[in-house]
């Protein structure tokens, strides 16, 4: 943007109906979101009610003056107040005529219910007369006023809401009435009164001495202030504790700002020609293509999303008598809408007086499935291209796929049902707050956050639930957008939940059941159906629309996709998620359970015999591991990790086994027993390492105990030419980790074919097995032109060239100090889960002089960041053969994959 930013922009007609408006919908980092869409809209002739957006610019300006005004801002503002005035016809807060305006916050990048908005701003006990008077509908007057004096109160003044709640509950119980519209307008006047006595109980006349007359905290009646009061709000609300998890959790930087919208009101709380809603032109669930949403007949703004009285489907409206033009209308707005964003869109309207009003727009979140859909329908319609639809769906989204299912053949009692408002299964403890649920999480167990509704203060706990159940709100409530949003499976409106929060229990209506705190719950988020019980869970496999889209992305990617795998299980997994070969089976897995006392018996005795004996224990059972992996993956490489970890990861803990003697001696136990026992305490201890990550490990074990790697090279030749004779195609590739100088490669690799040459000539077979190298230590990535003479390919080991390369101890300091990092901002991420920009550039560096010394070197990539969607994109620009992941990460990468190949050519188009 080469252009000033603004202060303000005006948005909308004027008083001639032309469209004044300033903005479009590619100024979201200026107008925020719903600012440069309400702009959009205007400008493609939608119906919006006019307004202007004070911008982001001018929020973080306030801010980092400490929260005050900058010289003229309230000037400009008044400027564009005063131009609204006029081509509304109508003045702020006159007694006769009142114009009433929303103010609405809006961020660049969407933050749903993380802002607060604040309706029918502009009402006092003047301009109420003016609104009865044109309106000649006294109830909604006084019904907007009470509104507007609980929302300023809670959302400015920052009072709690059921100050104002009770005192409507009090109010109907008086009345013997069961609902808000069965109050009169004597009892919300009457309402009215007391809102504003609580405000004047409650708000501290400390903080807002300018609203103290007589001695008194008074509700602001001029609407000056009120704006001013309400802007400042919306400002502040920027940093908020709520927000501001928000944006850590989504990655969102903290100097964006917002921007604030005044817009003049339009009613759907006019009567039964009036109404309110959201929808979706597709169903954000499953992408079908369908009108989706919800309205209320007269209601006004949030009472549709929060849950307070049952909704009608969308498709109804051009049906209810009164409302069929508006609804018509309505479905060709839909239409306008996908065609211009070429997208799904998302949309809040108000209906007054059978006149349709459109008040947001945006492409609408879904969900993995529902992506995918609509990225293949649009491309099938001719709306997008293949490669558009690619772009589309986001490669860290897929995982909701991949995530868990009830598993068909279970047994199971569904004991309610509600709506399937975010996909895939849970299971855990039932938990009735969200400060439960976070507090279940950290002592290590899974729950379920089970919550009449949610609401933004819920958002730690449903971060840490495993799964979401509501016994209220449709499917466009709060739960189900953000679980929708997190990927977390929920299940909303159960009605037949009888929720009680205080007792920690929900009674389920019609049975005796009633599920307690710590109970077993599973919820499907797919079905919409809750079972008392843990169920048994299980993974999808690859088909339909996601098989779709990984194919498209294949035709476009340039770069390999492995899996990093160690079972045969685990390999077909990988090959069925499309695995072009395992690029790193780990051996170290296999020394686990039975043979790890093998393994000791070899490490801890000097007898040649029984050492011997271990060694070849281990090369049968090892022979076993690789002919399953190599025939699980027959065709495709895999590249066997010779042993990597700490010796003393094979051994009996010394603290465990002082423990023991100081037991044995305590029991009288043989002299004898306890003597050996000491010594192999003694010998534990002697191979103790202050610091075993940079100890004796990966090839420097090779080097001390040859006969460890001989042995597994064996085994690895022994099952190959097994396999050949069997007539299949094994291509196993030996990978020698933690190389930091080129003779330690050249050492093993002379022994290691040593071992093959004699295998090829005891089996008669012909052995063409590659030897590579990982590069995951600083100093061979610099000389890496050294030792790709020796290597036929690298494996960049990224967790430990991070740990390295940082010189982080990765199991200490991502549970202590990286997160204090990331929130001070002194990272921007967790190096751990996406490739730091200097450990790639180690990377980069490594890939061009292992290229100039051999140009045939195979480059790849099997630390975590083989998964990770962001370093994916990395490794392609350094030009990476292959990444290599977990199995249920490969679709992720094999999109990732073809959308950075698609980036250099189109450029990043996928819409955040
Ligand atoms: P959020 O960002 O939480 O969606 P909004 O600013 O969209 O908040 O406001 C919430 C709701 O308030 C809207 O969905 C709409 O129903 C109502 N609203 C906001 N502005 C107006 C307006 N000018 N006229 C009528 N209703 C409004
Ligand atoms: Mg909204
Ligand atoms: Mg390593």
Same mark, same amino acid.
């Given at each position: 943007?080469?252009?000033?930013?603004?202060?303000?922009?005006?948005?909308?007609?004027?008083?001639?109906?032309?469209?004044?408006?300033?903005?479009?919908?590619?100024?979201?980092?200026?107008?925020?979101?719903?600012?440069?869409?309400?702009?959009?809209?205007?400008?493609?002739?939608?119906?919006?009610?006019?307004?202007?957006?004070?911008?982001?610019?001018?929020?973080?300006?306030?801010?980092?003056?400490?929260?005050?005004?900058?010289?003229?801002?309230?000037?400009?503002?008044?400027? &564009?107040?005063?131009?609204?005035?006029?081509?509304?016809?109508?003045?702020? $807060?006159?007694?006769?005529?009142?114009?009433?305006?929303?103010?609405?916050?809006?961020?660049?990048?969407?933050?749903?219910?993380?802002?607060?908005?604040? /309706?029918? !701003?502009?009402?006092?006990?003047?301009?109420?007369?003016?609104?009865?008077?044109?309106?000649?509908?006294?109830?909604?007057?006084?019904?907007?006023?009470?509104?507007?004096?609980?929302?300023?109160?809670?959302?400015?003044?920052?009072?709690?809401?059921?100050?104002?709640?009770?005192?409507?509950?009090?109010?109907?119980?008086?009345?013997?009435?069961?609902?808000?519209?069965?109050?009169?307008?004597?009892?919300?006047?009457?309402?009215?009164?007391?809102?504003?006595?609580?405000?004047?109980?409650?708000?501290?006349?400390?903080?807002?001495?300018?609203?103290?007359?007589?001695?008194?905290?008074?509700?602001?009646?001029?609407?000056?202030?009120?704006?001013? !009061?309400?802007?400042?709000?919306?400002?502040?609300?920027?940093?908020?504790?709520?927000?501001?998890?928000?944006?850590?959790?989504?990655?969102?930087?903290?100097?964006?700002?917002?921007?604030?919208?005044?817009?003049?009101?339009?009613?759907?709380?006019?009567?039964?020609?009036?109404?309110?809603?959201?929808?979706?032109?597709?169903?954000?669930?499953?992408?079908?293509?369908?009108?989706?949403?919800? &309205?209320?007949? =007269?209601?006004?703004?949030?009472?549709?999303?929060?849950?307070?009285?049952?909704?009608?489907?969308?498709?109804?409206?051009?049906?209810?008598?009164?409302?069929?033009?508006?609804?018509?209308?309505?479905?060709?707005?839909?239409?306008? /809408?996908?065609?211009?964003?070429?997208?799904?869109?998302?949309?809040?309207?108000?209906?007054?007086?059978?006149?349709?009003?459109?008040?947001?727009?945006?492409?609408?979140?879904?969900?993995?499935?529902?992506?995918?859909?609509?990225?293949?329908?649009?491309?099938?319609?001719?709306?997008?291209?293949?490669?558009?639809?690619?772009?589309?769906?986001?490669?860290?989204?897929?995982?909701?796929?991949?995530?868990?299912?009830?598993?068909?053949?279970?047994?199971?009692?569904?004991?309610a049902k509600g709506l399937n408002a975010s996909?895939?299964?849970a299971?855990?403890?039932?938990?009735?707050?969200?400060?439960?649920?976070?507090?279940?999480?950290?002592?290590?167990?899974?729950?379920v956050?089970?919550?009449?509704?949610?609401?933004?203060?819920?958002?730690?706990?449903?971060?840490?639930?495993?799964g979401i159940l509501t016994? @209220?709100?449709?499917?466009?409530?709060?739960a189900a957008?953000?679980a929708?949003?997190?990927?977390?499976p929920c299940v909303c409106g159960a009605?037949?939940?009888?929720?009680?929060?205080?007792?920690?229990?929900?009674?389920?209506?019609?049975?005796?059941?009633?599920?307690?705190?710590?109970?077993?719950?599973?919820i499907d988020g +797919?079905s919409g159906c809750v079972?008392?019980?843990?169920?048994?869970?299980?993974?999808?496999?690859?088909?339909?629309?996601?098989?779709?889209?990984?194919?498209?992305?294949?035709?476009?990617?340039?770069?390999?996709?492995?899996?990093?795998?160690?079972?045969?299980?685990?390999?077909?997994?990988?090959?069925?998620?499309?695995?072009? $070969?395992?690029?790193?089976?780990?051996?170290?897995?296999?020394?686990?359970?039975?043979?790890?006392?093998?393994?000791?018996?070899?490490?801890?005795?000097?007898?040649?015999?029984?050492?011997?004996?271990?060694?070849?224990?281990?090369?049968?059972?090892?022979?076993?591991?690789?002919?399953?992996?190599?025939?699980?993956?027959?065709?495709?490489?895999?590249?066997?990790?010779?042993?990597?970890?700490?010796? @003393?990861?094979?051994?009996?803990?010394?603290?465990?086994?002082?423990?023991?003697?100081?037991?044995?001696?305590?029991?009288?136990?043989?002299?004898?027993?306890?003597?050996?026992?000491?010594?192999?305490?003694?010998?534990?201890?002697?191979?103790?390492?202050?610091?075993?990550?940079?100890?004796?490990?990966?090839?420097?074990?090779?080097?001390?105990?040859?006969? /460890?790697?001989?042995?597994?090279?064996?085994?690895?030749?022994?099952?190959?030419?097994?396999?050949?004779?069997?007539?299949? @195609?094994?291509?196993?590739?030996?990978?020698?980790?933690?190389?930091?100088? !080129?003779?330690?490669?050249?050492?093993?690799?002379?022994?290691?074919?040593?071992?093959?040459?004699?295998?090829?000539?005891?089996?008669?077979?012909?052995?063409?097995?590659?030897?590579?190298?990982?590069?995951?230590?600083?100093?061979?990535?610099?000389?890496?032109?050294?030792?790709?003479?020796?290597?036929?390919?690298?494996?960049?080991?990224?967790?430990?060239? +991070?740990?390295?390369?940082?010189?982080?101890?990765?199991?200490?300091?991502?549970?202590?100090?990286?997160?204090? &990092?990331?929130?001070?901002?002194?990272?921007?991420? =967790?190096?751990?889960?996406?490739?730091?920009?200097?450990?790639?550039?180690?990377?980069?560096?490594?890939?061009?002089?292992?290229?100039?010394?051999?140009?045939?070197?195979?480059?790849?990539?099997?630390?975590? @960041?083989?998964?990770?969607?962001?370093?994916?994109?990395?490794?392609?620009?350094?030009?990476?053969?292959?990444?290599?992941?977990?199995? &249920?990460?490969?679709? !992720?990468?094999?999109?990732?994959?073809?959308?950075?190949?698609?980036?250099?050519?189109?450029?990043?188009?996928?819409?955040?």
């Amino acid at each position: 943007m080469t252009e000033e930013v603004k202060r303000v922009y005006a948005f909308g007609k004027d008083a001639q109906g032309n469209n004044v408006t300033e903005g479009n919908t590619s100024m979201k980092a200026v107008l925020g979101g719903k600012g440069a869409n309400l702009a959009e809209m205007a400008n493609i002739g939608l119906p919006v009610p006019p307004g202007f957006t004070i911008s982001c610019q001018t929020c973080m300006e306030y801010a980092n003056a400490g929260n005050v005004w900058p010289e003229g801002v309230l000037d400009t503002i008044q400027e &564009y107040r005063e131009d609204l005035e006029a081509r509304m016809g109508k003045k702020i $807060g006159e007694a006769s005529d009142p114009l009433l305006v929303s103010v609405r916050s809006g961020a660049p990048l969407s933050m749903p219910g993380m802002m607060d908005t604040v /309706l029918n !701003l502009g009402l006092n006990d003047e301009s109420i007369k003016g609104l009865i008077a044109q309106t000649e509908n006294p109830r909604f007057a006084w019904d907007s006023y009470r509104r507007f004096i609980q929302m300023f109160s809670s959302v400015v003044m920052g009072l709690d809401s059921d100050l104002f709640e009770n005192a409507i509950t009090a109010m109907k119980n008086a009345r013997g009435v069961a609902t808000d519209t069965d109050l009169t307008a004597e009892d919300l006047q009457e309402l009215v009164v007391e809102f504003k006595q609580i405000f004047t109980e409650n708000v501290p006349a400390s903080d807002y001495a300018s609203l103290v007359s007589d001695g008194t905290v008074r509700f602001p009646q001029d609407p000056s202030v009120q704006l001013q !009061l309400a802007i400042e709000a919306v400002f502040g609300s920027w940093n908020n504790p709520r927000a501001t998890l928000y944006r850590k959790q989504n990655k969102i930087a903290d100097d964006l700002g917002t921007a604030v919208n005044v817009q003049s009101m339009v009613f759907g709380n006019k009567g039964n020609t009036s109404a309110t809603g959201v929808a979706f032109t597709r169903n954000p669930a499953t992408g079908e293509k369908e009108f989706y949403g919800d &309205y209320l007949v =007269n209601a006004q703004g949030e009472d549709v999303v929060a849950g307070i009285r049952n909704t009608s489907p969308i498709a109804d409206l051009k049906h209810v008598e009164g409302l069929e033009e508006a609804g018509t209308e309505l479905e060709e707005v839909f239409v306008t /809408l996908e065609n211009h964003f070429r997208d799904m869109c998302d949309i809040e309207f108000t209906i007054e007086q059978g006149k349709l009003w459109m008040l947001q727009t945006r492409v609408g979140k879904r969900t993995a499935a529902s992506a995918l859909h609509i990225a293949i329908e649009m491309e099938k319609e001719g709306l997008i291209t293949k490669k558009e639809a690619v772009m589309r769906v986001d490669p860290e989204q897929l995982d909701q796929l991949l995530h868990p299912q009830f598993d068909k053949h279970a047994n199971y009692d569904v004991v309610a049902k509600g709506l399937n408002a975010s996909p895939g299964a849970a299971v855990g403890e039932a938990m009735f707050s969200a400060a439960d649920a976070v507090a279940t999480t950290e002592a290590g167990r899974k729950c379920v956050l089970v919550r009449w509704e949610t609401n933004p203060d819920d958002l730690a706990g449903m971060i840490a639930a495993e799964g979401i159940l509501t016994s @209220h709100g449709g499917k466009t409530s709060h739960a189900a957008v953000i679980a929708r949003g997190m990927g977390t499976p929920c299940v909303c409106g159960a009605e037949m939940l009888k929720i009680d929060a205080e007792k920690k229990e929900a009674a389920i209506a019609g049975t005796d059941i009633v599920i307690r705190e710590g109970d077993m719950i599973s919820i499907d988020g +797919t079905s919409g159906c809750v079972v008392l019980g843990a169920v048994e869970l299980v993974l999808p496999e690859l088909t339909g629309d996601l098989d779709t889209i990984l194919e498209w992305a294949d035709e476009f990617r340039t770069m390999g996709v492995r899996a990093n795998a160690d079972n045969p299980e685990d390999a077909e997994l990988s090959r069925g998620f499309g695995a072009e $070969g395992i690029g790193l089976c780990r051996t170290e897995h296999m020394f686990l359970g039975d043979r790890k006392q093998i393994i000791q018996s070899f490490i801890l005795n000097e007898e040649p015999s029984i050492r011997q004996k271990a060694l070849d224990e281990l090369l049968e059972a090892q022979t076993g591991d690789f002919y399953g992996m190599f025939k699980a993956m027959d065709g495709l490489p895999v590249i066997v990790r010779l042993l990597d970890p700490p010796l @003393h990861e094979f051994l009996d803990s010394p603290r465990e086994l002082d423990v023991e003697i100081t037991r044995m001696v305590c029991e009288g136990a043989p002299a004898a027993d306890i003597a050996e026992k000491r010594a192999l305490l003694s010998q534990v201890d002697a191979m103790a390492e202050v610091n075993p990550m940079l100890g004796l490990r990966g090839c420097r074990l090779a080097i001390l105990y040859p006969e /460890l790697p001989a042995m597994q090279v064996r085994a690895i030749a022994m099952a190959a030419a097994r396999l050949q004779k069997e007539g299949l @195609h094994p291509e196993p590739e030996i990978m020698i980790p933690l190389v930091s100088v !080129l003779p330690e490669l050249e050492t093993l690799r002379g022994e290691a074919e040593e071992v093959l040459v004699q295998v090829a000539s005891e089996e008669g077979v012909e052995l063409n097995i590659p030897i590579g190298t990982m590069i995951e230590l600083p100093r061979a990535a610099v000389t890496a032109d050294e030792i790709a003479t020796k290597a036929d390919f690298f494996s960049f080991g990224t967790n430990d060239l +991070t740990q390295t390369a940082f010189g982080f101890s990765r199991d200490d300091v991502e549970s202590k100090f990286v997160p204090r &990092y990331l929130e001070r901002r002194i990272l921007p991420f =967790n190096p751990f889960e996406t490739v730091d920009p200097g450990v790639a550039m180690l990377v980069d560096i490594a890939c061009q002089k292992g290229r100039a010394t051999n140009p045939d070197i195979t480059l790849g990539v099997c630390g975590e @960041h083989g998964g990770d969607p962001d370093s994916v994109k990395t490794f392609h620009k350094i030009g990476l053969t292959y990444v290599s992941c977990s199995p &249920y990460r490969v679709p !992720l990468a094999r999109l990732a994959a073809g959308q950075a190949a698609l980036a250099e050519t189109m450029g990043d188009a996928r819409d955040k």
